[in-house]
């Protein structure tokens, strides 16, 4: 059993940064694949941003290419999300994901495992 944590949401304006952090502390994310997905009030999840667990493969939806970066900190069992020139379309509940599958990452029916989320509002 993975038990995903997920931190760092908050509120920030337009164009602010946060950075977002995936952890586990009773077992590892080494050799997980790990995707972080969001969800808007009445809208669907979607998918955000995915490692692969070799860390040779991200992904990451159009709507944040250029903005986010996914990254893995293996020493520290962690999975983070860097967050930049955030919008008020970013403002959702992040939620992390992981999964020892290798392929279809950017599917959330590929993950076993989730956490609670954590709500980013982007607002002036």
């Known amino acids: 059993q993975v038990h995903l944590v997920e931190s760092g949401g908050g509120s920030v304006q337009p164009g602010g940064s946060l950075r977002l952090s995936c952890a586990t502390s009773?077992?590892?994310?080494?050799?997980?694949?790990v995707g972080w997905f969001r969800q808007a009030p009445g809208k669907e999840r979607e998918g955000v941003s995915c490692?692969?667990?070799?860390?040779?493969?991200?992904y990451y939806a159009d709507s944040v290419k250029g903005r986010f970066t996914i990254s893995r900190d293996k020493g520290k069992n962690t999975v983070y999300l860097q967050m930049n020139s955030l919008k008020p379309e970013d403002t959702a509940v992040y939620y992390c994901?992981?999964?020892?599958?290798?392929?279809?990452?950017?599917?959330?029916?590929?993950?076993?495992?989730w956490g609670q989320g954590t709500q980013v509002t982007v607002s002036s």
């Open positions: 994901a992981a999964t020892l599958n290798s392929i279809r990452l950017a599917l959330a029916a590929t993950y076993d495992y």
């Open positions: 009773k077992s590892t994310l080494n050799g997980y694949g």
């Open positions: 490692i692969s667990s070799t860390n040779d493969f991200t």
